[in-house]
Nanobody, 124 residues
Framework: QLHLVESGGGLVQAGGSLRLSCEAS????????VGWFRQAPGKEREFVAV????????WYADSVRGRFTISRDNAKNTVYLRMNSLKPEDTAVYYC?????????????????WGQGTQVTVSS
């Protein structure tokens, strides 16, 4: 089993920044692609960003491209999501997820392990 723990969420004003972390334990992390998803109140969970096993390949949802940056440090078993220029519509519970494949994917059904989520609230 791969255990994922998110941290770094909180309350921030519009235009501000946060950095989320997703720390993995339990298995070798390097062979997993990792994605970030989010779920706002009353809405379905949606894809935010993904990074492949090496960190060389990333992809973003249109709504966050140019504002969010995903990165990873395999030596620390951690994936990060840097969020800049935050908007009230970014308010959601953010989840990291890992898939047992080195390649990125944007569909949540392709992910095998999930964290418990961290709340991000952006005030206007």
């Amino acid at each position: 089993q791969l255990h994922l723990v998110e941290s770094g969420g909180g309350l921030v004003q519009a235009g501000g920044s946060l950095r989320l972390s997703c720390e993995a334990s339990g298995r070798t992390f390097v062979s997993y692609a990792v994605g970030w998803f989010r779920q706002a109140p009353g809405k379905e969970r949606e894809f935010v960003a993904v990074i492949d096993w090496s960190g060389a390949s990333t992809w973003y949802a249109d709504s966050v491209r140019g504002r969010f940056t995903i990165s990873r440090d395999n030596a620390k078993n951690t994936v990060y999501l840097r969020m800049n220029s935050l908007k009230p519509e970014d308010t959601a519970v953010y989840y990291c997820a890992a898939r047992d494949s080195p390649h990125r994917a944007t569909t949540e059904q392709l992910y095998d392990f999930w964290g418990q989520g961290t709340q991000v609230t952006v005030s206007s």
